[in-house]
């Protein structure tokens, strides 16, 4: 069964600084979609960024951006100037081309003030 | 803004009971999922649905049912309710059968089996 491992159970970083959470999967496939969803504690989930595997580029959403390494099968989520609301359970996705859905098992991100 | 409501926060049923899970969207998406979440396990799909009266497995859907009669609306049955499927269940929806298209989520439904 193919798998998405966030290696990180917990994380934790000091406030306006840098943190990376990594995701690592296994795929046969050249297209598939890569995911990072955010679940604050006790509130909804939701996307934070998406990456197409056939793009070379790297996604960027204002402090958030990745870092794709196809061949590595490594999809890291970066998070600058880090702040209070980050806090939250950081879920890793990959969507495969029979829309198989393989999530990873979430890094809880903990900021310190 | 898109809106994706379950029927409760929290539910505390007993063993043997039959559960409905009702799910509902308000921005005419096609496709329809429920998972299941648990901690160290991350999200796993029980059923999703991509048009009414359209359903398929997912990872776990032993124990499980589901429901679209219409568009907007997806139903997760227990029909028969076991200790191990307390859980938090999650619904989400999406706009297109195409992939790469974000899901949207509700707030959860926290089912405790007694």
């Known amino acids: 069964a193919q798998t998405v491992t966030q290696s990180q159970p917990e994380m934790s970083v000091q406030e306006a600084e840098t943190v990376t959470l990594s995701c690592t999967y296994d795929t046969s496939e050249s297209d598939y979609y890569l995911f990072w969803y955010k679940q604050p504690p006790s509130r909804q989930m939701i996307l934070v960024i998406r990456?197409?595997?056939?793009k070379q580029q790297n996604a960027t959403e204002n402090r958030f951006s990745v870092n794709f390494q196809k061949a590595a099968k490594s999809f890291s989520l970066k998070i600058s100037d880090s702040q209070l609301g980050d806090a939250a359970m950081y879920f890793c996705?990959?969507?495969?081309?029979?829309?198989?859905?393989?999530w990873g098992a979430g890094t809880k991100l903990i900021i310190k003030p | 803004d898109v809106k994706v409501t379950q029927s409760s926060r929290y539910l505390v049923k007993r063993t043997g009971e039959k559960v409905f899970l009702e799910c509902v969207q308000d921005m005419d998406h096609e496709n329809m999922f429920w998972y299941r979440q648990d901690p160290g396990l991350g999200l796993r799909l029980i059923y999703f649905?991509?048009?009414?009266?359209?359903?398929e497995k997912g990872d776990i859907p032993e124990g499980y049912s589901v429901s679209r009669e219409k568009k907007e609306r997806f139903s997760l049955i227990l029909e028969s309710a076991s200790t191990n499927q307390t859980s938090m269940y999650l619904c989400a929806s999406s706009p297109h059968r195409d992939r790469g298209h974000e899901q949207y989520f509700g707030p959860g439904t926290r089912l405790t089996v007694t």
């Open positions: 996705l990959k969507l495969d081309s029979n829309y198989q859905l393989i």
């Open positions: 649905s991509y048009d009414v009266k359209m359903k």
């Open positions: 990456q197409e595997a056939y």
